[in-house]
């Protein structure tokens, strides 16, 4: 069982990052993008505020970086994640993901959040097969 708290927002640079760093709303779509792609092997949780430890793995993912810049521009999303396992030392996870959206595909209704939900996707699929085999310090640039 894996219990998957919030995604929040982290320490980038010497500076917290906070929803007006985010004009996408990307922690609730991330938190659902890596619970979609973990359920096929673990059983799933958002851990009850205020409860002990129980004998689930805790996979805490914190976003420490996002670009997004006018339509067209990349949208980069970096995070970071900790699997907290009983027994274990907890493991870390470090990710980004990029996209640009063609300047061929832009079209009026596209904004700069119009990448946002491919990155997401992404980051969700990382996660998910670094759980697979949860080695300390791996870091991927775009699934790599």
């Not at 673990?42 to 339509?71: C, F, N």
């Not at 980069?76 to 027994?87: D, K, S, T, Y």
């Not at 063609?102 to 009026?108: L, V, W």
């Not at 119009?114 to 097969?129: E, K, N, P, R, W």
């Amino acid at each position: 069982m894996v219990a998957l708290p919030p995604v929040v927002y982290g320490h980038y640079r010497g500076r917290q990052m906070s929803e007006s760093d985010d004009a996408c709303g990307v922690p609730e779509p991330l938190r659902q993008a890596v619970q979609d792609r973990l359920k096929a092997r673990h059983d799933v949780v958002l851990p009850a505020s205020g409860s002990g430890r129980s004998s689930a793995s805790l996979l805490k993912i914190e976003i420490m970086d996002i670009v997004t810049v006018s339509a067209g521009g990349p949208t980069i999303v970096v995070i970071h994640a900790a699997l907290e396992r009983p027994g274990l030392p907890a493991v870390h996870f470090k990710g980004m993901r990029q996209m640009h959206v063609q300047h061929s595909d832009i079209k009026a209704d596209t904004t700069e959040c119009s990448a946002m939900d491919a990155v997401i996707q992404g980051l969700g699929a990382d996660l998910a097969t670094w759980m697979l085999k949860p080695v300390d310090g791996v870091s991927l640039v775009n699934g790599a």
